[in-house]
């Protein structure tokens, strides 16, 4: 059962703890993308990846890092330099970055107490 | 010059009648319109695309209509229903590349 799978659904964490949102995908996309949604706005960029081990910053980059060891993984740490980190997260991918179709995860939803 | 707008933020519509979701976009260079369709708690999904050289694409109850000179392209849903509830995004990108979108709508199909 192809797909991208986020875990966990559901996540809570303290102001001032930096925190990692998991990302997977077996569908051997080449491109991985985080997006942040918030209430009333569209997808925001935060950061992308073309190929392992390179990635780039989107529109929003502050606050968060990423990593891709991995052409399957692409897991997004929420820093505590992040001002505003509650929000619903997405992970997508495709089959390159000059690829049209994006796949999206089901999402994760942190809340920071 | 990135941005696409759209509206409305949210459509209340009757079962069986015709929702449209309009877009407008600056960039001439934009060469990609998917639209995405969300359910509450879910990730978005492909609904349908267009490119700039075609006026209009349809499937099933779903159609785009595009207006190059105008920079617009909308979204119409026939017949729609209750099933049809979600909030839908249009987006526009240069070869895939960074999708754009739209802030999204609202939709809610009334029985």
């Known amino acids: 059962d192809g797909g991208i799978t986020q875990s966990p659904k559901y996540l809570f964490r303290k102001e001032g703890q930096n925190v990692t949102l998991s990302c997977e995908q077996n569908?051997?996309?080449?491109?991985m993308y985080w997006y942040r949604q918030d209430p009333g706005q569209g997808l925001r960029l935060i950061y992308y990846?073309?190929?392992?081990?390179?990635?780039q910053k989107g529109d929003i980059a502050e606050g968060y890092s990423v990593s891709r060891e991995k052409k399957e993984s692409f897991p997004l740490t929420v820093t505590s330099a992040q001002k505003n980190p509650t929000a619903f997260y997405l992970c997508?991918?495709?089959?390159?970055?000059?690829?049209?179709?994006?796949?999206f995860g089901p999402g994760t939803r942190l809340t920071v107490l | 010059q990135q941005q696409v707008k759209q509206s409305p933020q949210s459509l209340i519509v009757q079962k069986g009648g015709i929702s449209i979701i309009n877009c407008a976009y600056e960039?001439?260079?934009?060469?990609?319109f998917p639209w995405y369709q969300q359910f509450p708690g879910k990730g978005p999904a492909l609904l349908i695309a267009?490119?700039?050289?075609?006026s209009e694409k349809k499937e099933g109850r779903f159609t785009i209509s595009f207006n190059k000179s105008a920079k617009q392209f909308s979204l119409h849903i026939m017949d729609s229903q209750p099933g049809d509830s979600a909030t839908y995004f249009c987006?526009?990108?240069?070869?895939?590349?960074?999708?754009?979108f739209g802030a999204g709508t609202r939709l809610f199909v009334k029985a």
């Open positions: 997508a991918s495709s089959r390159a970055v000059a690829s049209d179709t994006q796949y």
């Open positions: 990846s073309q190929i392992v081990n390179d990635f």
């Open positions: 960039n001439t260079a934009f060469d990609y």
């Open positions: 569908l051997n996309h080449d491109a």
């Open positions: 987006a526009a990108s240069i070869g895939g590349f960074k999708t754009i």
């Open positions: 267009i490119r700039p050289d075609v």
